[in-house]
């Protein structure tokens, strides 16, 4: 018997497959290249099999729940969505949802004003608050191995951003859910990996949009096209 030829890797943000017409979407529906939906079977009831764990079931069931409570008018038909809830509010839910009353916010200290407020209204919702900003250990740049040049402001010294002594400060309270705000690209990546609590994400990263990262992709035809060049200023592959 020949080996089992292996599935191809999955491609979904390529297919062209109208959305309402989509093998995930509808049972009648058509899949795209390497659709999971359709050809990742063995791999699919390995992942469905991970909810027979009451907790995973439980933590899905929940947000399941939540993603319907954030759209109004649901009983109406024909339907058209109305969104009706902001991320924090969703988080917030969310929480309660799940019985938790502790949550860990690890922020960056570019928004030091922002995790103030948030940490004021999740209070106000009755949830007990576990903050740590980036900069928390003053741990010097040096011990990555990093010289002078490769700092920010050059010339002193400066704190490493240290979103694994985040993560193990909440790891020490005990949070039942963390709270992402602002850390940079690769930061975040180190908290994930490092925290016991699951953690979700209030606002990501970017300096330049305000941290609003998808201003960048909407215009991504007009005033960034630099984004879909090369370094030489040609058009890339696909574009």
């Given at each position: 018997m020949g080996k089992k030829e292996k599935a191809s890797d999955p491609t979904c943000a390529s297919c062209r497959v109208a959305t309402s017409k989509r093998a995930c979407v509808t049972p009648d529906g058509v899949g795209g290249n390497n659709c999971p939906t359709q050809e990742q079977a063995e791999a699919l009831q390995a992942a469905n099999a991970k909810y027979d764990d009451p907790k995973v079931m439980e933590f899905a069931r929940q947000a399941s729940l939540q993603e319907a409570a954030c759209y109004a008018n649901r009983h109406q038909r024909?339907?058209?969505?109305?969104?009706?809830?902001?991320?924090?509010?969703?988080?917030?839910?969310?929480?309660?949802?799940?019985?938790?009353?502790?949550?860990?916010?690890?922020f960056c200290l570019g928004l030091v004003n922002e995790a103030a407020k948030v940490?004021?209204?999740?209070?106000?919702?009755?949830?007990?608050?576990?903050?740590?900003?980036?900069?928390?250990?003053?741990?010097?740049?040096?011990?990555l191995g990093l010289s002078d040049?490769?700092?920010?402001?050059?010339?002193?010294?400066?704190?490493?951003?240290?979103?694994?002594?985040?993560?193990?400060?909440?790891?020490?309270?005990?949070?039942?859910l963390n709270v992402l705000l602002?850390?940079?690209?690769?930061?975040?990546?180190?908290?994930?990996?490092?925290?016991?609590?699951?953690?979700?994400?209030?606002?990501?990263?970017?300096?330049?949009?305000g941290h609003n990262p998808l201003a960048a992709i909407y215009l991504s035809d007009v005033y960034y096209a630099k984004l879909k060049m090369d370094d030489a200023g040609e058009e890339g592959e696909g574009s």
């Open positions: 024909p339907y058209v969505l109305q969104p009706s809830k902001t991320r924090i509010q969703e988080i917030w839910e969310f929480a309660h949802r799940m019985g938790y009353t502790k949550l860990g916010l690890a940490e004021e209204i999740f209070k106000g919702k009755g949830l007990d608050v576990v903050s740590a900003l980036c900069k928390a250990g003053a741990t010097p740049k040096e011990m040049e490769d700092k920010i402001r050059q010339g002193g010294f400066e704190s490493v951003c240290n979103p694994v002594f985040q993560a193990e400060l909440m790891n020490r309270a005990g949070t039942d602002g850390l940079c690209v690769g930061h975040d990546s180190l908290f994930l990996s490092h925290a016991k609590a699951p953690t979700t994400v209030l606002a990501v990263k970017d300096r330049v949009t």
